[in-house]
């Protein structure tokens, strides 16, 4: 298990930097990345651990797919985020899943308060998180009186008003793996 372990552990760290890469690069994640890196995943699960490590793959779809659809939904990360999130979910199963988002949205969070400080936005940010606030606990997940992020990642502007999410996803997903024992 330690072989299959060590192969998904680098397969997804590949996913990671090429990923992170393009969202720098062009603010994409391709689908030709993150296809087939989650049917690889879920293939190579299935082949090393049997219809357990199949299940346990399809979990880990589930756990990355699910939190970041919402914020899909509402226009706040593009799809390709989602499905990278996805296909390192087939890699890395449900739990260490979930710990990349987890890392990975608190390294956007300072990511974005660094750009909104450095924009002189605070104040109008601060009152777009109390209205997103007020959506969520509604469970109002309309797209809401911002611009969806394709119209945002046309804007020439884009580097200082967008967080580059499979970039910080791949940080979070180094400082998990890392700092796991």
Request: hydrophobic fraction near 55%; glycine fraction near 20%; charged fraction near 10%.
């Given at each position: 298990m330690a072989g299959h372990e060590s192969i998904s552990l680098s397969a997804a760290a590949v996913?990671?930097?090429?990923?992170?890469?393009?969202?720098?690069?062009?603010f994409k994640v391709y689908n030709a990345l993150t296809l087939p890196a989650l049917a690889g995943g879920?293939?190579?699960?299935?082949?090393s651990g049997g219809w357990?490590?199949?299940?346990?793959?399809?979990?880990?779809?589930?756990?990355?797919?699910?939190p970041l659809v919402v914020f899909?939904?509402?226009?706040?990360?593009?799809?390709?985020?989602?499905?990278?999130?996805?296909a390192l979910g087939a890699w890395l199963g449900p739990s260490l899943t979930l710990q990349v988002f987890l890392a990975s949205a608190i390294l956007a969070g300072v990511y974005a308060l660094v750009l909104v400080v450095?924009?002189?936005?605070?104040?109008a940010t601060a009152v777009d998180l109390l209205y997103l606030a007020l959506r969520l606990r509604r469970l109002d997940?309309?797209?809401g009186p911002a611009p969806p992020i394709a119209a945002e990642v046309a804007r020439d502007d884009r580097r200082r008003r967008l967080v580059p999410f499979a970039a910080t996803t791949c940080a979070g997903f180094f400082?998990?793996?890392?700092?796991?024992p």
């Open positions: 996913a990671c930097l090429i990923a992170a890469g393009t969202d720098l690069w062009r879920l293939i190579a699960s299935g082949l357990t490590g199949l299940a346990t793959s399809g979990l880990g779809v589930l756990a990355g797919f699910g899909f939904v509402m226009g706040g990360v593009g799809a390709g985020d989602v499905k990278l999130f996805a450095a924009s002189g936005r605070l104040w997940l309309q797209p400082l998990v793996v890392l700092t796991n």
